[in-house]
């Protein structure tokens, strides 16, 4: 089995490849290889969603000053404040 090494430095280029699960995918939870760049499509680099019904992908994660928002399902928003840390 091939061994899966660490980074050499603690900032990884979007390039590099992930392994993961598609949850979504054909067939289910299959192995797949990400790039850094394409997990980022999924988190901050989305715009807060404005509504409840805002398009989005389930999975996909946005977070402003005050929420932590999550898609979870097809243009079906939730979110949760966030509190300062004491």
């Known amino acids: 089995?091939?061994?899966?090494?660490?980074?050499?430095t603690?900032?990884?280029?979007?390039?590099?490849?992930?392994?993961?699960?598609?949850?979504?995918?054909?067939?289910?939870?299959?192995?797949?290889?990400?790039?850094?760049?394409?997990?980022l499509t999924f988190t901050n680099a989305n715009a807060v969603p404005a509504t409840i019904t805002t398009t989005g992908t389930k999975g996909m994660i946005a977070?402003?000053?005050?929420?932590?928002?999550?898609?979870v399902d097809t243009n079906k928003w939730r979110r949760v404040a966030i509190s300062t840390w004491v």
């Open 10 to 39: 603690s900032t990884p280029a979007l390039t590099d490849k992930l392994i993961g699960s598609d949850a979504d995918g054909t067939p289910t939870d299959a192995t797949k290889n990400f790039t850094v760049g394409s997990i």
């Open 63 to 71: 977070v402003d000053e005050t929420h932590l928002y999550i898609c």
């Open 1 to 8: 089995m091939a061994k899966i090494s660490t980074y050499a």
